[in-house]
């Protein structure tokens, strides 16, 4: 923060104590004015002003030292007791201060003595000052309350949202070499039978490699980029399995600039491919849309495999369980991700969340 700033703050401060005390005397200054119409006394709107604004205008002079006293001997804790009686000594000076200001300033406008100006005052002011002293301490309480309130809450914000952040940054960090064991353990099955195959898919995961590690610490990326890295780990695959392994993209064009999670769809291919394709020896396919409906980015990954088991459910493994987790933290209850039986056969994961372009804060 530069001192610029700093100074323009405590301008703003003393401004808005300004007009807060001009404020009090004038509405003070209405009702000494109508009030002494009504008794029949002849006194203008000006002497009224006058007389308002000199008091509440000595009250703004003396609260200056009253707020710090207040910051310093706060009534809360062990030390309440000694706050307390120091308040109670600082009340009657502050007191005495107002009738000696102001007996002050009525001898510099009249030729009247100044005892005979300040007893009138002691009678007629004396414990209404007292109350002054102790609204301003309250006042100042009630602020300092809340200016801490705000700072825990900001606190808590920041907090919260680091843990989240590092949540997130868990989940991806984990999800990385769940894909990249699987991948070399594909690897290492094709060295026995493909040599040249198995090359060409350590070539191909390097390049999904230095993609997947130019996201790293990003959670949310672009479909279009998503797709790109989709490209890169199918073409691993489709070393693997040839011709037993069909992929249809299904993108509308204006869903290609949404935000979506860092690495969402491998995990979901990666389960189609898993549970579909692999377990059986004939060729399978597997259709992934995606497209824009009423401000929600609405993604389908389904094949054509054996589908559910006979309960209806799949074990989910670290992909999915991983995937389901990061939707959870980034988006909350504004997503939804479920498994379903395919009308066609195979299983049909449907995700959908929040169309935005920008990646969330």
Not at 1 to 26: A, D, H, P, Y
Not at 202 to 224: K, W, Y
Not at 234 to 249: D, Y
């Amino acid at each position: 923060m530069t001192i610029g700033t700093i100074m323009q703050k405590r301008w703003s401060r003393w401004l808005v104590g300004f007009c807060f005390w001009t404020l009090l005397g004038l509405s003070f200054a209405s009702q000494f004015y109508i009030s002494s119409a009504k008794a029949g006394l002849e006194v203008s709107w000006k002497q009224a002003v006058n007389y308002a604004l000199g008091d509440w205008y000595v009250f703004a002079l003396l609260s200056v030292p009253v707020v710090q006293l207040a910051r310093r001997f706060r009534i809360e804790g062990e030390n309440w007791a000694r706050s307390l009686a120091v308040h109670s000594v600082a009340s009657i000076l502050f007191s005495l201060a107002y009738m000696v200001i102001r007996a002050w300033a009525g001898q510099w406008q009249s030729d009247a003595p100044f005892p005979d100006i300040f007893r009138p005052l002691l009678v007629k002011t004396w414990h209404f000052n007292l109350l002054i002293y102790w609204v301003i301490v309250a006042v100042s309480h009630a602020f300092d309350y809340y200016r801490k309130y705000r700072e825990r809450e900001l606190r808590a914000a920041e907090l919260e949202k680091g843990l989240a952040q590092a949540k997130l940054q868990a989940l991806q960090m984990q999800l990385n070499p769940h894909f990249l064991f699987n991948t070399l353990h594909s690897i290492s099955s094709l060295m026995h039978k493909d040599l040249e195959a198995a090359d060409k898919m350590i070539t191909r995961l390097s390049d999904l490699l230095r993609a997947a590690l130019e996201g790293v610490g990003t959670q949310e990326v672009s479909l279009r980029q998503e797709l790109k890295l989709l490209q890169l780990y199918l073409a691993i695959e489709q070393i693997r399995f040839g011709n037993r392994l069909t992929v249809k993209l299904d993108v509308a064009p204006d869903a290609l600039e949404a935000q979506v999670p860092n690495l969402i769809l491998q995990p979901l291919v990666e389960n189609a491919i898993r549970h579909g394709i692999e377990p059986r020896s004939r060729p399978g396919r597997i259709e992934l849309q995606a497209h824009r409906q009423d401000g929600v980015l609405a993604v389908v990954v389904s094949d054509d495999g054996a589908g559910l088991g006979q309960n209806g459910a799949i074990r989910e493994g670290i992909g999915l369980s991983n995937t389901r987790a990061r939707l959870r933290e980034l988006y909350g209850s504004d997503h939804r991700f479920e498994l379903l039986r395919s009308p066609q056969g195979g299983v049909r994961v449907e995700l959908s969340i929040p169309y935005h372009h920008e990646p969330q804060p």
